[in-house]
């Protein structure tokens, strides 16, 4: 019960406290940080916003200027007066709670020698203005700071009103902070959840990375699990397979078994941490080089157009290598199905001294863009991490002329690519 009361929110445990600190943040704390403006959509326009809004403000300087100076004020406290209406305005942009404290002064102090049939004693760019001030301050601070913003707006509004027109007044003030607290809420939800949207991207990028690095590890216990089991198995048959053999070196023979049962025992424990709980086991023998053709037939028979250039020593590249080749190739290809429909597809596999080259390149599509274009598929994510995987390079990226192409390299040793 302790630590729930001590997290709870500030104004809840120490409303007096809360209100306090934003009653000091309204009247001398420090300003919130500037919105971007509207005008910034437009590149083009944005250039000319801040002439055009002095060239505005001078404007509005002089007509002030004209009307303090109707109310036969003297000529300094008219041009007083006419720097305090405008003031609000210039900083209005970037200082917005600044704008309105400078608002706040003016209405207290531009009183002076008003029409006695006139409803306020200010003048009509000082209103407009202050109404301006408002809706802008409620849309940017938070609701503590907009409270105390209303309340002290109703000072010179109650004071210096006539009481025919307070009521339409005060109506006119809490209708703008209600609306501009709206819109900073609406502004306050779009942007949570575009973050929101953002980080679910990455997170299910990321996934999407583990969940193929998952699947590799299993693929990769399947192949060497194979190995090791021969290895196993002939070093428990080679007594018998060789006669008469020596006493150390059946001992021998029986602790390369049992080093090849172990291995495979650690690589099922670790194995059943990394599958899933829904993967069941995969009995299935792995495809590899071997198999290409065969693919590529049935991609045929599918309607796409491929070509198939894959020299026959290539099929004797190691396991594992063979296995990210096929699977690269086989995304490869459902990628070209998907993103290019009617484009013809051309699969190369080149066997090197060190590294087996893929090559996956399609061109430009002659049917419009699949329902599956637009999905977030992750096939670039886990070509990349197979060859990365391997110790290899991987690259893939459209071409001129509308077609798109898939490298990768994949290296292996001299020994193993003979073997």
Not at 289 to 314: F, I, K, Y
Request: aromatic share 4%.
């Amino acid at each position: 019960m302790t630590g729930a009361t001590r997290t709870l929110p500030l104004m809840e445990k120490h409303p007096v406290r809360a209100a306090w600190q934003a009653l000091r943040r309204t009247v001398a704390g420090p300003d919130f940080p500037p919105a971007r403006l509207p005008v910034q959509r437009w590149p083009r326009l944005a250039r000319y916003a801040r002439p055009a809004g002095l060239l505005a403000v001078v404007g509005l300087f002089a007509a002030t200027l004209a009307w303090e100076t109707d109310r036969r004020l003297p000529g300094v406290v008219a041009i007083l007066f006419a720097a305090l209406t405008v003031a609000p305005l210039l900083a209005l942009p970037r200082r917005p709670l600044l704008a309105w404290r400078l608002t706040i002064v003016a209405l207290l102090t531009c009183t002076f020698n008003a029409p006695p049939g006139q409803a306020w004693p200010w003048n009509p760019v000082l209103v407009l203005g202050s109404l301006l001030v408002l809706a802008v301050v409620a849309a940017r601070v938070d609701r503590p700071v907009l409270v105390w913003v209303g309340l002290i707006t109703m000072v010179p509004v109650l004071d210096l009103v006539r009481p025919s027109h307070r009521a339409g007044v005060v109506v006119l003030v809490v209708a703008l902070l209600v609306l501009g607290d709206l819109v900073r809420g609406n502004r306050a939800g779009r942007r949570a959840l575009a973050e929101q949207t953002e980080l679910s991207e990455r997170e299910k990028e990321r996934r999407a990375v583990l969940e193929e690095r998952t699947r590799i590890a299993r693929e990769m216990h399947d192949v060497v699990a194979h190995h090791m089991s021969m290895i196993a198995v002939q070093a428990e048959t080679a007594p018998y397979r060789l006669g008469d053999l020596p006493e150390p070196a059946r001992a021998e023979f029986a602790a390369v078994a049992g080093s090849a049962r172990e291995a495979l025992t650690d690589m099922r424990r670790l194995l059943g941490v990394l599958r899933s709980e829904t993967a069941g086991p995969e009995t299935a023998p792995q495809p590899g080089l071997t198999d290409l053709p065969a693919m590529v037939e049935a991609a045929r028979r599918a309607g796409l157009a491929v070509t198939l250039d894959s020299p026959a020593p290539a099929a004797r590249t190691p396991t594992p290598v063979g296995l990210a080749a096929y699977r690269i190739v086989q995304e490869g290809l459902a990628n070209a199905a998907r993103h290019a429909a009617g484009a013809a597809v051309r699969v190369t596999v080149r066997p090197g001294p060190h590294a087996l080259a893929v090559r996956v390149e399609n061109t430009a599509g002659t049917g419009g863009p699949t329902v599956a274009e637009r999905g977030a598929g992750h096939g670039l994510t886990g070509m990349r991490e197979r060859a990365l995987a391997l110790g290899g390079t991987f690259a893939a990226g459209p071409v001129p002329g509308g077609g798109y192409t898939v490298v990768a390299e994949l290296p292996y040793d001299t020994e193993g690519a003979g073997g």
